[in-house]
């Protein structure tokens, strides 16, 4: 298979423009378009191909409601924990979508899974997280090709929203996702844009051995 | 920014068609293919924009072959845990593209680093990995749309290949990389023609909370 300049270039510029959306319309996505998403999503590389993903779509009103709950404890004590300057900067970032998003998901990773009969994780464990990781990345493409935002949430305690949501407690969480359409635009991250903190130039993360 | 449906049709293709490869032709790649594909891995997610990201490209031989030593004596340890009949199948697999690749690229997550000021990391630490995991899967996927093929080596004594590379112990390894063109190409995970394991059905991964 050969993908040409003109794809590579477009591909360039879906990576340029992806963001971590946290500014949603209420509006729902097409029916159906979460499923189709995360059947693209299982396309990603996996660990000895052990597929250890799993993906709770939360509709819920009060499990929403206890996430939303949650994120508030968990960013309250975020909060708490930087001095006065940069706690003046954190309490103006809007850090998760949770109250407009139209589709909220969660990923998780099954460490119990023997599917991959333990195929390349003996030494790196982890991997299993990874998997996980490599199919959140590849929906996050999938969606923004369409026009769909999404927002990684991670100010949460996991082992609540095992809970919360009622899955095994060997689960592990990777993420919990908010999913729309976005209000804005923008080719910079947020937290650039808000002052948080700066890209760095990739020449300065590379090291030859 | 818009994205025709030809253009995610061919990103459905591009994510169809990926692969981790571990058959390499030993030409090298273009002069500075590398480092331009590490920029664009740059462009992924972190989280509080920590970029946590450090890429150690391998050249030296000798540093190679302890790195191949190092697989090799994982994969023995890992062959011999394995019982008769699946042991006669995992020594078979080829598993690594480590004599024939004509890059070599170790991906580590740092720590220490204070860049994004721990936003989004204190109940959900792993993030910092996490957030290593989407630049290795941005690399994958730009070196692909460049007929570029990668195969993560996760068979390795992490800690070992920090010493080996001469990296900060704090430094964590995400996956060590095999980079160069295919030998090869199929639609097909190698561990699925290899009868190691199948695809699964995405609905049968998904949960309605």
Redesign the interface.
């Known amino acids: ?3 040409d300049e003109a ?2 270039s ?9 963001r ?1 959306v946290r500014h949603f319309r209420t509006d729902p996505l097409p029916v159906g378009a979460v ?1 189709r998403l ?8 996996s ?5 250890p ?8 009103i009060a ?1 929403r409601r206890a996430v939303l709950d949650d994120f508030s404890a ?1 960013n309250l ?2 909060l708490q ?2 001095s006065d300057e ?1 706690a003046a900067q ?1 309490v103006k ?1 809007k ?1 998760a979508g949770l109250r407009e998003a139209p589709c909220q998901l969660a990923i998780f990773a099954d460490p119990t899974t023997e ?10 464990p ?2 299993l ?2 998997s996980v ?2 199919a ?3 929906l ?3 969606a ?4 769909i935002g999404m927002g ?1 949430v ?5 082992a609540h929203i095992n809970k919360i ?3 095994p407690d060997s689960w592990r ?3 919990y996702f908010c999913i729309g359409y976005p209000q804005t ?1 923008d080719e910079r ?1 947020e ?2 844009r808000a002052g ?5 130039l ?2 300065a ?5």
């Open positions: 298979m050969h993908f794809f590579r477009q591909l360039r510029d879906l990576l340029i423009w992806r971590d499923e995360i059947e693209l999503a299982c396309l990603a590389p660990v000895g191909l052990s597929q993903w799993r993906f709770v779509i939360v509709d819920d499990r968990c004590d975020a924990s930087y940069r954190y970032l850090l599917v991959g009969h333990g195929l390349g994780r003996r030494t790196m982890d991997m997280a990874y990781v490599a959140i990345c590849t996050w493409l999938a923004r090709a369409q026009g990684w991670s100010i949460l305690a996991p949501l009622d899955v969480l990777i993420g635009e991250p937290l650039e948080w903190e700066r890209r760095q990739s020449e993360l590379i090291l030859r051995r």
